[in-house]
């Protein structure tokens, strides 16, 4: 009843928004410019574009339509770096009947997969890979096994993309599972994001191999996010996303949610760890975990090695006892999983957005 509430208020709230929505997506259409003063009024787009210039000249993939001065700025204000709008229009998508179609009623989970696979092919020794490049638009990455799936959620970014040319995909998809988080946690954890990754081309698509094997344990889990530069408590921290969503026979062969809330971010995931009862599910399919009680749950072995290892444990005994930390601590780690391997420009600074359906 909880989870209907929600949604019924964030889709009223994109309800109010579409109208607006609707004239600022016309208004960003490429068109060439028909006036004559058309020069002076690109520059004048260009002195107020200020600081965000870097932005404008290195993304912009298409010329906005300028017509007037006001057109300009505008421009600049509301289309080159509003990444307010952006966040919003994520939203929406979140809340759109498209979304609530899908499966469990949200794109919310697979979106955040997108943006964490996208992110986690960082190697800390090699400073390649992470989340600058947005590289899995591109077969080989695109076909690893790791990222089967995860054109659902590119393709349903697309058009928000497409209505604002301006951004990055690396930017869009790390502020797309930025909103994602904060809003399938009702606002619960915030996440600051900041703007500046930049695409690549082919050439930088990062090796198979570097996201982690969920048949595998803790040395492997050790192995693979140490290379990110990440230590266990954000291990089992980051681990903890998987209170969303749920595996995919067609997509790793695994089946099943992790929690009875699949697109609510609550600390659920550590405490059913802890409270449920896990045998080997019998089943022809790769080694997963059920719950003994309601028959309906599942973990990875990769999860379970977060309760079998007593260093992990000691983490998700206090993320299972104090969902306020989790909130907290998951916010901050998960700022620093979307910033990986990205070289920031100086001027970049942290933008905090207000979750729009909590
Ligand atoms: C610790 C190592 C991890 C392993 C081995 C792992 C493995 C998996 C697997 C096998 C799936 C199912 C994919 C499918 O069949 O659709 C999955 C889904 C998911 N993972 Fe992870 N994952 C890990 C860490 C993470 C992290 C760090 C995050 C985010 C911070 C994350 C977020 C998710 C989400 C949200 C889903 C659900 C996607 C959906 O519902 O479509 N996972 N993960």
Redesign the pocket.
Known sequence: MFRTAFRSAARSAAIRTSAAGASRRAYATTQPPKSSNTGALVGIAALVAGGAGYYFYSQNEVAPKLQTAEDATRAVKEHKVDYQKVYKEIAELLASEASEAY??GSYG??I??L??HAS?TYDKETGTGGSNGATMRFAPESDHGAN??LK?ARDALEPIKQANPWISYSDLWTLAGTCAIQELSLGNVKVPWRPGRQDKDVAACTPDGR????S?EQKH?RG??YRMGFNDQE?VL?????A??????D????DGPWTFS?TVLTNAYYQLLKSEKWSWKKWDGPKQFIDDGSRSLMM?P??MALIKDKEFKKWVDIYAADEKRFFEDFGKV?TT?MELGVPFPVESKPITFDAINA
Not at 211 to 214: I, M, T, V, Y
């Open positions: 499966e469990d989970p697979v955040v997969r943006a964490w986690g089967a799936g659902v996201l982690p094997d969920a595998k889990l693979i996010f291990i980051l681990s903890g996303a998987h969303l969503g749920r595996c995919h026979t997509r790793s062969g695994f699949p990875l990769t999860d998960f999983l």
